[in-house]
């Protein structure tokens, strides 16, 4: 595979941006392809290579990149403006398509990515019962802020603490085990009172692709009523992903806050929190915990949200639960035929391979999983024209746009990679 203008745009984009990339996860060794272009399913690099893309910008391009639809209604939005500073219809319908779909949603405030989603939560939850301390999960992802990159997964996954946190911004941070009660009930035993939220990935995306074990939100959702504890459930990846009501929906447990982002805007920054009115009306104007954003709900994210909304009909969700189950089958098919250790997860259109013989329930079980290995498979499905994302702590995504005949090319390419272990 010819890289040769991949190479040349790497070495000068590290004289110009730190490692040349704007966020850590994308680069990878010995340096990454530089896309020119992306539609449906397929990336196009810039040395004429194509690309079956199972990364789909981390998350969010869950019906293939440049759907018609979604293009164009941004390009007719694009032509009546770009950013208000003052409210929009648009706004208001998004908003009611959130509430309409989502158990927990009474009210949202929308904002501009997930990090913002978690950050603003955060504080309504510490603003709301005038706690300080959270609990979040090991190995949980939930954006780039101080409070939360504390033994967080994605890019930072398995990193030493990240200097540049205050001390004082993360000794409020707990930290548990997921899928685990008992770690739990120790922290709110230990901390009576004290704890303003718990925030969780309902399946943990940032470490892979890892399932609540039955029982494990419900027990959340109690353990926190009974304590006057707010649950977050963090759903930037699950959200209009797994189903049209997100992971809460799926799973039946309804939190009282909820995070999202990716997908709701249609592949442009987005982020929102939603929930209980009760708690939602607590941000300014209408209540005192401030939350602001210059590009907040801006015109061509909400347009490019509802139609995507457009997009995710029952009949959709329903396509995608086949496709997941026909990938993963397809995926234990090869993995069946060799003499390899591994584990395969998923849930509806997220998915992971794991080269372990271990059961990955948690951080700790997939910290020392085999990523050399890893790293060999990504490098061999690359060279065969199939993009995943570089490391083993991030999920593999299907959208909409994947054809059975770029699942079985996949598959192809896969039983390749994997012979070569
Ligand atoms: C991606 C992600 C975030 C952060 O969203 P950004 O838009 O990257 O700031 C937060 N939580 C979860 C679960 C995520 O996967």
Do not use: W
Not at 89 to 96: G, R, T
Not at 216 to 227: A, C, H, S, V
Not at 382 to 393: D, K, M, R, T
């Amino acid at each position: 595979m010819n890289l040769d203008n991949s190479k040349k745009l790497y070495e000068e984009a590290v004289n110009y941006l730190p490692g040349g990339v704007n966020s850590p996860v994308r680069a990878f060794k010995p340096y990454p392809f530089f896309v020119e272009k992306a539609k449906g399913s397929k990336l196009y690099d810039v040395d004429g290579n194509e690309y079956i893309d199972y990364c789909l910008g981390y998350g969010p391009i869950l019906m293939g990149h440049a759907n018609d639809k979604v293009v164009e209604a941004s390009k007719m939005q694009l032509e009546l403006g770009t950013d208000y500073g003052v409210p929009s219809q648009q706004e208001v319908e998004l908003a009611k398509e959130v509430v309409k779909r989502v158990p927990c949603a009474e009210m949202v405030r929308f904002c501009n990515s997930g990090t913002e989603a978690t950050m603003s939560a955060i504080r309504l939850a510490r603003g709301i019962t005038g706690r300080d301390k959270i609990i979040k999960f090991e190995g949980a992802y939930h954006g780039a802020h101080d409070t939360v990159l504390v033994k967080p997964g994605s890019g930072a996954a398995g990193l030493p603490d990240c200097p540049g946190i205050p001390e004082d911004a993360a000794k409020n941070t707990l930290l548990a085990c997921f899928n685990d009660e008992e770690s739990i009930r120790k922290l709110i035993n230990e901390n009576k009172d004290e704890i303003a939220c718990i925030i969780v990935e309902p399946i943990m995306g940032n470490i892979g692709c890892i399932p609540p074990r039955e029982g494990y939100l419900e027990f959340l959702r109690e353990i926190t009523e009974e304590n006057g504890i707010i649950f977050i459930i963090d759903e930037v990846i699950t959200g209009f992903r797994i189903a049209k009501g997100g992971a809460q929906e799926y799973y039946d447990v309804t939190p009282d806050l909820v995070t999202f982002g990716k997908i709701l805007g249609g592949g442009f920054p987005i982020g929102a929190i939603a929930g209980k009115r009760e708690f939602i009306e607590q941000f300014a104007p209408s209540g005192k915990i401030y939350q602001a954003g210059t590009f907040s709900g801006n015109p061509m994210s909400i347009s490019a949200g509802l139609a995507t909304m457009d997009i995710l009909t029952d009949k959709f969700y329903k396509d995608m639960h086949d496709k997941g189950e026909y990938f993963r089958k397809g995926i234990e098919d090869v993995l069946g035929k060799l003499k390899i250790n591994y584990q395969v997860t998923g849930v509806e259109s997220m998915t992971e391979v794991y080269f372990t013989e271990n059961e990955v329930i948690d951080y700790e079980s997939v910290k020392n999983v085999d990523t050399k290995s890893f790293d060999k498979y990504f490098h061999t499905l690359l060279e065969n024209g199939v993009f995943i994302a570089p490391s083993q702590y991030e999920c593999i995504f299907l959208s909409s746009a994947h054809t059975t005949e770029d699942l079985d090319n996949t598959f192809d390419a896969m039983e390749t990679a994997l012979k070569k272990l």
